[in-house]
């Protein structure tokens, strides 16, 4: 079964960061353009950012532009999401999910290899 495997969550303190990734089980990361998302308890799944299967491109959504930056280790085929001044609302669980055209990356709909995410909780 092809899917992404996301670790790095937990409970992280307003104002701190965390560091989450995610690796590709049955299939190569790098072969595909990568996007992280979020959902929190009942809202939709959202995007936040995206990075290009070469990774020499990446983008980010409103949500979360300025606070946080999407990467790529080769060495280990997973694709990292560092978030920083996290704040309340960013309590959600975390997923990682691929596309193979990059114009539709941050599109759950397009999106596909999806993880089981991990849950991200900030407190107060």
């Known amino acids: 079964q092809k899917q992404f495997v996301e670790t790095g969550g937990g409970l992280v303190q307003a104002g701190g960061s965390v560091r989450l990734s995610c690796a590709a089980s049955g299939f190569v990361a790098g072969d595909w353009h990568t996007g992280w998302f979020r959902q929190a308890p009942g809202k939709d799944r959202e995007g936040l950012a995206c990075?290009?299967?070469?990774?020499?491109?990446?983008k980010y959504t409103d949500i979360v532009k300025g606070r946080v930056i999407i990467s790529r280790d080769d060495a280990k085929d997973t694709v990292d999401l560092q978030m920083s001044d996290l704040k309340t609302d960013d309590t959600a669980v975390y997923f990682c999910a691929a596309v193979n055209i990059d114009s539709k990356c941050l599109r759950p709909s397009d999106m596909k290899w999806w993880g089981n995410g991990t849950l991200v909780t900030v407190s107060l």
């Open positions: 990075i290009s299967a070469t990774g020499t491109m990446t």
